[in-house]
């Protein structure tokens, strides 16, 4: 199995739960993962078209004393630095730049975690018994400590060694649950149908398996770019960072040495701050979105029907992978040959 | 019997793996360290910095095997070297001096933040829906936010302008540390804020996973079974629903330390609280290599022997694993 396997039955899954296509499925998303999608989509633009409309130089230093800490006017939306730096123009380079750190890491330790929780679960044995030891191992052994160790050591601590440190330690916990995940259906009937029909293992996985668990793949990327932003934007206050460019964590890195707050700087410090909560909140509530996708027990009370005025919860939540995802074609096909197809999947049974 | 010593195993794994790691760290890193500490620190001795390249394993003082085992003998000893800050006290002293500020005051305040976070999921799982279900994207928000920014807010609110509590440190600077009670009020007074920010930034984290929990398990038939009996709503509640809910919850707080003490490690340096954390950024501002490697070592100690400890209260809390164990 190579790295792009499950890369490119991810793009080639007919519907994603979490991006949905058409109209009518953006409509079936729980308000919660709207809210955070469309939060989530104002930053992302600002960072792509952010370096493009900023007013200044984010590293420019306007000798003008009067320019020292000047609270926000119309020449500077947020005010400027203690050197007179724009924060507005400094705000807009630095969304980009942690939001490509958080990002790249969220995809690097996604398809890490995939590829071993995967593997694990196939291979079973002695490879799962060290792979799952790995992974269990690096989860319990506590991470900042150990970046701040590896980044303390290395001479220069850039983007990509933040990217790569950052990687290399955040894909345990999705390995674990997917792992758990595939031993769960990998024994299903159309696993075992690709199986019977001559299958080679790797199409198994990336057409039948992988396709499966993408709501799960989505909610463990979408916390490792969580831990991601949270961590990077920890390590650059603590100065473990490129100090020299401008991202959400060094802009606040450079606010609190040089006193912002007791100077009463607030749209120095305040900003950067807020931003990364709003990222991190809307990255949230798209997690919560996609698990009351998968788990109906979980949605908003007021769904759920009163009866006698009792409110009424699903007692048998359908698993995720039935309801986002159609099996593929082979399944279908056979799915009215398999025995208990019908307890398998009570959607495609009854249709 | 078994599990316990399959768990144990398992974290003597984990150790080895930590001490592994500690060992080729600086050892795989380009460049010189000894030559950059020396450059750093002039008014080291030559014995010093012979013993320095031994630990950081320059200049080959012996195969590769022979430095590991060194190491090994050394790490078992508690004998982490000499430090370069706070030259000529050895490291393990300094430690021995900060653990106990963090212990304290972490400790607590995770104790704290778990029960009333548990409590409150409890409350939220039951009433699913209910006011309390309202405040989630607040606290969302709560937990969203930098632990780091929250904190400096509010010492800047609550501590600079209105001079409700210290800014920072862990007691009076004019005390002498002892045994008497104007020494430990200051400490308490100076340990209110920092508590009060990690509890705040901690807690819906447990409720959120507590409430989870609690909705599935209310679900499950014996709960219904239990209502439908007529047993007043407190004894479903706590003693049906919510004790089997605890489970994952306690499982949930081995893995948690982690983040926990990650949060602890900001939290000091924010207060310039005189804990492990705080000894940690400034050995990591000035390369202060022994100390930054021993420190990482403590900390993976502590954790681990915490996640040992949360196991073995598993065992007796959870009759599954012991039945497991039996077959």
Do not use: C
């Amino acid at each position: 199995m190579t790295t792009a396997t499950p890369l490119t039955a991810i793009s080639q899954t007919p519907t994603i739960a979490v991006t949905p296509k058409a109209a009518g499925q953006w409509r079936r998303l729980p308000l919660k993962a709207k809210i955070g999608a469309i939060v989530l989509g104002v930053f992302v633009l600002a960072a792509v078209i952010g370096p493009l409309v900023m007013p200044y130089d984010p590293s420019y230093s306007n000798p003008a004393p009067s320019l020292a800490l000047h609270a926000p006017d119309s020449a500077h939306l947020l005010g400027t630095t203690q050197s007179g730096q724009d924060v507005l123009s400094q705000l807009l380079v630095g969304i980009r730049l942690t939001l490509e750190l958080a990002l790249s890491v969220g995809l690097v330790a996604t398809v890490l975690s995939v590829i071993v929780g995967v593997t694990a679960a196939f291979l079973g044995g002695l490879w799962d018994d060290l792979l799952s030891l790995t992974s269990n191992v690096f989860l319990v052994i506590p991470s900042l400590p150990l970046l701040i160790l590896l980044l303390g050591y290395l001479p220069q601590k850039g983007q990509l060694a933040t990217i790569v440190v950052l990687s290399g330690l955040g894909w345990p916990w999705g390995a674990r649950v997917i792992r758990a995940q595939t031993l769960a259906i990998r024994n299903r009937d159309f696993v075992a149908a690709a199986r019977e029909t001559g299958e080679r293992t790797w199409r198994i996985i990336a057409f039948e398996i992988v396709p499966n668990e993408i709501s799960l793949i989505a909610a463990s990327f979408v916390n490792t770019v969580l831990y991601a932003i949270a961590t990077s934007v920890a390590l650059a206050f603590i100065g473990l960072a490129d100090l020299n460019s401008w991202s959400l964590g060094t802009i606040l890195y450079w606010a609190q040495s040089q006193q912002a707050l007791q100077l009463g700087a607030w749209w120095w410090f305040v900003p950067p701050g807020i931003a990364v909560a709003l990222i991190g909140t809307a990255l949230v509530l798209l997690n919560t979105g996609i698990d009351e996708l998968g788990n109906p027990r979980l949605r908003d009370a007021a769904r759920s029907a009163m009866i006698g005025g009792h409110r009424q919860r699903p007692a048998d939540p359908t698993p995720v992978w039935n309801q986002a995802v159609p099996a593929g074609p082979l399944t279908r096909a056979l799915r009215p040959f398999s025995r208990s197809s019908l307890l398998d999947d009570p959607r495609g049974g009854r249709s | 019997m078994a599990f316990v010593l399959r768990r144990l195993a398992f974290y003597l794994v984990a150790a080895w793996v930590a001490l592994t790691v500690n060992f080729f760290i600086p050892r795989a890193v380009p460049g010189n360290a000894v030559e950059a500490i020396m450059g750093k620190f002039p008014n080291l001795q030559p014995a010093a910095a012979k013993a320095l390249s031994a630990m950081l394993g320059v200049g080959h003082p012996g195969s590769l095997w022979h430095q590991y085992v060194t190491y090994l003998s050394d790490v078992f000893r508690f004998n982490f070297g000499t430090d370069l800050l706070q030259y000529p006290a050895s490291v393990t002293s300094l430690l021995g001096e900060t653990i106990p500020w963090t212990l304290a005051l972490v400790g607590t305040a995770t104790v704290i933040a778990f029960l009333a976070g548990t409590v409150l999921g409890i409350i939220g799982g039951w009433r699913h829906g209910g006011w309390l279900d309202k405040t989630l994207p607040g606290l969302m928000f709560l937990q969203a936010i930098p632990y780091f920014f929250l904190a400096l807010v509010l010492i800047e609110l609550l501590a600079e302008r209105i001079g409700l509590f210290p800014t920072g440190q862990g007691y009076d600077g004019g005390l002498a540390p002892g045994w008497n009670w104007s020494f430990i009020s200051s400490a308490i007074d100076h340990s209110v804020l920092p508590a009060f920010t990690i509890v705040i930034t901690s807690l819906a984290g447990w409720m959120l996973q507590m409430r989870n929990v609690m909705i599935t398990t209310i679900g499950e038939d014996y709960v219904v079974a239990a209502q439908a009996k007529g047993l007043p709503s407190h004894r479903v509640v706590f003693t049906y629903a919510a004790r089997n809910a605890l489970l994952p919850q306690l499982q949930g707080f081995g893995l948690a330390l982690g983040f926990v003490v990650s949060g602890a490690i900001i939290m000091e340096i924010v207060f310039s609280y005189p804990g492990i954390g705080l000894l940690l950024l400034n050995a990591v501002s000035a390369s202060d290599f022994p100390m930054m490697q021993a420190i990482f070592l403590v900390i993976t100690f502590a954790v681990l022997l915490a996640n040992l400890v949360v196991d073995l209260v598993l065992v007796f809390a959870d009759p599954r694993v012991r039945a497991k164990e039996a077959s």
